[in-house]
């Protein structure tokens, strides 16, 4: 049973270039968020997605945009990179909670993205 | 929103020691869990504990939800036990996890 998969694990931009960053979710699963996490620091929530529609949204820029394909996997993108943008992004899935909330979430392993 | 705090911030463990670590919350909880992030980034998944105890090998954890409290020991603690743990919680509806900053745990041999 495969877990999270995420693409790339590592990468390097410039800034003001765009990235998409992917993420496959766990077998069964149809719900991915997505989360940044700065140095030092827990995960940030970006945004969650379902049934390829955006759920919810944390405090984070229009230059942060997703999309969620039929087959439920996910990719993440980001315009108008910043240097604040290097960070650990980290990719959840989950099957929604029958009584509400985000469900028992899995974590990949990440893509550490690195704007110089 | 909801808070997350959790301590100590940072914990230096001799080989084979026991540690408690703890996860306050300033509101009700739908969800709360507990989650080891290893050197390389990964976040890996202890326990889903709502309420109540759970045990996993030399890992435990008891959440008293009334209290708005979790507490994760880990006896006999190892040197791969390093890390940092986190503690994330949500609230009853479509509410995303929101986590705690934290403990950084170091198990020196």
């Known amino acids: 049973d495969a877990g999270v998969t995420q693409s790339p694990t590592h990468l390097i931009k410039t800034r003001g270039q765009q990235v998409t960053l992917r993420c496959s979710p766990k077998s069964g699963h149809d719900t991915v968020s997505w989360y940044q996490q700065a140095l030092g620091q827990g995960p940030q929530f970006i945004f969650q997605y379902y049934e390829e529609e955006e759920r919810q949204r944390g405090n984070f820029p229009d230059r942060f945009s997703g999309h969620q394909f039929p087959n439920y996997s996910s990719e993440l993108n980001v315009n108008a990179l910043l240097l604040g943008d290097s960070a650990l992004y980290l990719c959840?899935?989950?099957?929604?909670?029958?009584?509400?909330?985000?469900?028992?979430?899995?974590f990949g392993e990440g893509s550490r993205l690195t704007v110089l | 929103g909801i808070q997350v705090e959790q301590s100590p911030p940072d914990l230096i463990l001799q080989e084979g020691a026991n540690s408690t670590l703890r996860c306050n919350f300033s509101d009700s909880v739908n969800n709360l869990q507990w989650f080891h992030q290893n050197p390389w980034g990964q976040l890996i998944n202890l326990f889903y504990?709502?309420?109540g105890t759970k045990q996993n090998g030399r890992l435990s954890a008891t959440t008293v939800a009334t209290e708005r409290y979790s507490l994760l020991y880990i006896s006999s603690s190892q040197t791969t036990d390093s890390g940092v743990y986190f503690c994330a919680v949500d609230r009853p509806g479509n509410t995303p996890l929101v986590f705690g900053k934290g403990t950084r745990l170091s198990v020196i041999a």
């Open positions: 504990i709502p309420s």
């Open positions: 959840a899935s989950s099957y929604p909670s029958i009584i509400g909330g985000s469900g028992e979430l899995f």
